[in-house]
């Protein structure tokens, strides 16, 4: 049984190894990379079309260019196989004390509340080692508690693309849905103070309205005040050249009479001293 897996165990090692020879075959498979992907599929047309211009359309491009082509082709094929095989190395190898020290402190700062320290520990992981399920898991946590929800859906997608992602299944499941409900929340708010701030608005200017208008009134009550204040003073002028005219002819009578005291008694006497 023993000497049963551990054949199993090699043939799946020697297909790893094989599959380091396909350009960005490893960084979209067993690394969940889009560039990974967009690399393999742009070698693979790219030999597609050489093998086509060598052998089946020769007349198709210029003898000089295909062989420029396979030069470049096979340059790439070499660095990039190179590349796959050092970067399944590291990611086959068990994770080390120092990756573990780091994820135990970044849950700690998670605890805590502290989100952009536990998220730079966690990107420190996640770069050494793609594949850590766990530690993608608490960074989609860690930007979900500070409000970033495309970055965090981002991340849940990446995990999802991994095979040793299947055990969090009902975690990812879970922090889908609370992403969901908080931005669902985000959008009420916002539309709740999108409608306050317009009735506000619409009551300021209301009260703007309602304040020129009773301005307008009062300017109104102010010129009618005026304009009765001088009928007023007219009147009361009118009266004083009333009171005046009939006074004068009193003073007049009353100046008559003393003049006419003040002659009697001069005719009284002019007679004595004709005498």
Not at 92 to 102: C, G, I, N, V, Y
Not at 153 to 165: P, S
Not at 166 to 182: G, K, T
Not at 211 to 229: D, V
Request: some cysteine; proline content about 3%; overall charge negative.
């Amino acid at each position: 049984m023993n000497e049963f897996a551990a054949g199993c165990q090699g043939i799946a090692m020697s297909a790893l190894r094989t599959a380091c020879l396909w350009p960005g075959f490893v960084a979209a498979w067993y690394q969940g990379v889009a560039r990974g992907l967009f690399v393999a599929t742009l070698f693979a047309w790219t030999l597609c079309v050489l093998l086509l211009a060598t052998f089946i359309w020769p007349e198709w491009l210029a003898l000089s260019l295909v062989r420029g082509l396979w030069v470049v082709v096979l340059v790439v094929w070499g660095v990039e196989s190179v590349r796959n095989y050092w970067r399944l190395q590291s990611l086959l190898k068990p994770e080390s004390a120092e990756s573990q020290t780091a994820f135990s402190k970044a849950q700690s700062e998670y605890l805590h509340g502290n989100w952009f320290e536990a998220e730079a520990l966690l990107l420190e992981i996640v770069h050494q080692n793609p594949r850590d399920a766990e530690a993608l898991l608490l960074l989609v946590g860690v930007l979900r508690h500070s409000r970033r929800w495309q970055p965090a859906l981002r991340r849940l997608k990446q995990l999802e693309l991994l095979d040793t992602a299947a055990r969090w299944h009902f975690e990812m499941q879970r922090e889908m849905q609370l992403i969901d409900r908080e931005m669902a929340r985000e959008q009420e708010q916002a539309v709740e103070e999108l409608a306050t701030a317009v009735t506000e608005s619409v009551q300021a200017e209301s009260e703007q309205s309602a304040s020129e208008q009773s301005g307008g009134e009062q300017s109104g009550g102010e010129q009618s005040g005026g304009e009765q204040t001088e009928s007023e003073q007219a009147g009361l002028q009118q009266a004083e050249a009333e009171q005046l005219g009939v006074e004068q002819p009193e003073a007049k009578a009353a100046e008559s009479t003393v003049s006419l005291e003040q002659v009697e008694p001069e005719n009284a006497a002019a007679p004595s001293s004709v005498q």
